[in-house]
């Protein structure tokens, strides 16, 4: 890793098992450590001001959540990003966050369609004016919601858990060519559907969109993307 800064010193009085898996964590998912970087525990462990032995359990818990990646012999890697996995993770995402967008849609209140309503108008000013950073926050909130009114804990549940595996194609597709404009029109697509009430067409639209950033990436230079992303502070 050299000299380069990716992580913060402990500023905080936390655990420091759990501070040093926030802030690699962190560092993975927003590309400050890159896909395939080695992690040095010593070097970790210099960036965030505490000892090797809470850097090397922060290490083995995000190996088994699939973040990082320990080669025999080799040490600790950041885990790859792959097309395979890109689609896969869209795949069961569009399906999975298609049928919270149809429960969605028949439990939604006024005040829930307005917030969404108003959340689509900002994410695609944003989008309009070159804001990657902002669209994408804007955007993420757009999709939490809709998954919230579905009601369905258990559907809540497991996209909340596939959201973090999928933050970094996210981030990648939120900088590539044309996608913010793209996605502000699937947007509003989705929220004519809402407002007609029509929860199957809402469902469609939501799995269309989704399914449409799938085909963007896959004809973007993903590698290249992540080292670009890495100098948008998301």
Not at 75 to 85: C, E, F, K, M, P
Request: one cysteine or more.
């Amino acid at each position: 890793m050299g000299t380069k800064q990716s992580l913060a010193p402990i500023s905080a009085p936390v655990s420091m098992e759990k501070f040093a898996y926030d802030a690699i964590k962190e560092a993975i998912l927003t590309f400050k450590l890159q896909p395939g970087e080695s992690l040095v525990e010593v070097a970790l462990a210099a960036q965030l001001n505490t000892s090797k032995t809470p850097v090397r359990d922060a290490l083995t818990h995000l190996v088994r959540e699939g973040f990082v990646e320990k080669i025999p012999f080799k040490g600790y890697t950041v885990g790859l990003i792959s097309r395979q996995a890109m689609v896969e993770l869209f795949e069961i995402r569009g399906v999975l966050e298609g049928l919270a967008t149809r429960h969605a849609v028949e439990r939604m209140s006024a005040d829930e369609i307005g917030r969404a309503e108003n959340l689509v108008r900002e994410h695609s000013a944003a989008a309009a004016a070159g804001d990657t950073v902002l669209a994408s926050q804007i955007n993420h909130r757009f999709h939490n919601l809709l998954i919230e009114c579905s009601g369905s804990e258990r559907i809540i549940s497991i996209l909340t858990n596939l959201d973090e595996h999928l933050q970094r194609y996210r981030l990648l597709s939120n900088i590539s060519a044309g996608r913010l404009e793209k996605s502000a029109r699937e947007h509003e697509e989705i929220m004519q559907a809402i407002r007609s009430g029509n929860a199957h067409d809402a469902e469609i639209s939501v799995r269309r969109h989704l399914a449409s950033v799938i085909d963007d990436l896959a004809r973007q230079d993903i590698d290249l993307l992540a080292t670009q992303v890495s100098s948008f502070s998301f």
